[in-house]
């Protein structure tokens, strides 16, 4: 298996763009996870589906993130519009769902908006 | 809530030398604890877990102890090797479950040949 696989794995981009992150999970796996890991608040739950639904996105920021899970294959997170402070790493994360206690990371997209 | 706190990083050691990296946790009720690492341009692997008060994690020469009564998971490996540097963290999960993982802030291991 590819594992979770994510891209763009680097994304840089002015400030006021849109920017798309895209994941696709391990097959099999119906649960899928957005974190976000920075230096000043490490790791962060910001979205997670199971089935393809939005079970908990209280962690996402605010408005100007959205996350959509159209199929059990793919997943986005969307940020419009971006601001320097959204710089970070974004992780995806998948489980085959139910009470798993592992998660399977993708490698990351590193986000620099300047 | 359930908060992690690590050991402030970087530590940095010899190859060889004795590794310990402390965890301590705050939760309600019989969490599951965890460690994993992140290699330099990699997402985070799981390392090893432990369920339930007095277990011993392990995994790749790692080891970690579930201790209820100092509520802590500490991180040992007795020889590290240069193959071993990579940022470790500690989480916790309330359920039990991947979607409640709560995350320490991690500890960069650098280790010197």
């Known amino acids: 298996d590819a594992g979770v696989i994510q891209s763009p794995r680097h994304e840089v981009t002015e400030m006021g763009q849109e920017v798309t992150l895209r994941c696709k999970p391990i097959s099999g796996h119906n649960s899928l996870f957005w974190y976000r890991q920075t230096m000043m608040r490490g790791l962060e739950l910001l979205i997670y589906?199971?089935?393809?639904?939005?079970?908990?996105d209280s962690g996402m920021p605010e408005d100007r993130f959205s996350a959509k899970m159209p199929n059990a294959s793919f997943s986005t997170l969307k940020i419009q519009p971006s601001e320097p402070r959204d710089s970070a790493v974004y992780f995806c994360?998948?489980?085959?769902?139910?009470?798993?206690?592992?998660?399977?990371f993708g490698q990351g997209t590193r986000l620099t908006v300047v | 809530g359930n908060s992690v706190t690590q050991m402030e990083g970087p530590v940095t050691l010899s190859e060889e030398a004795f590794l310990t990296i402390n965890c301590t946790y705050t939760a309600t009720g019989y969490p599951s604890l965890f460690w994993y690492v992140q290699y330099p341009g990699e997402g985070l692997q799981l390392l090893l877990k432990a369920t339930k008060a007095d277990d011993k994690g392990s995994n790749k020469g790692f080891e970690a102890t579930y201790r209820k009564e100092t509520t802590s998971f500490h991180l040992e490996k007795g020889s590290v090797q240069v193959s071993d540097s990579a940022v470790y963290f500690c989480a916790l999960s309330r359920s039990g479950s991947a979607r409640q993982l709560t995350f320490g802030s991690g500890t960069q291991l650098t280790v010197l040949p």
């Open positions: 589906f199971n089935n393809n639904v939005p079970i908990d």
């Open positions: 994360a998948s489980t085959p769902g139910g009470d798993v206690t592992e998660a399977f």
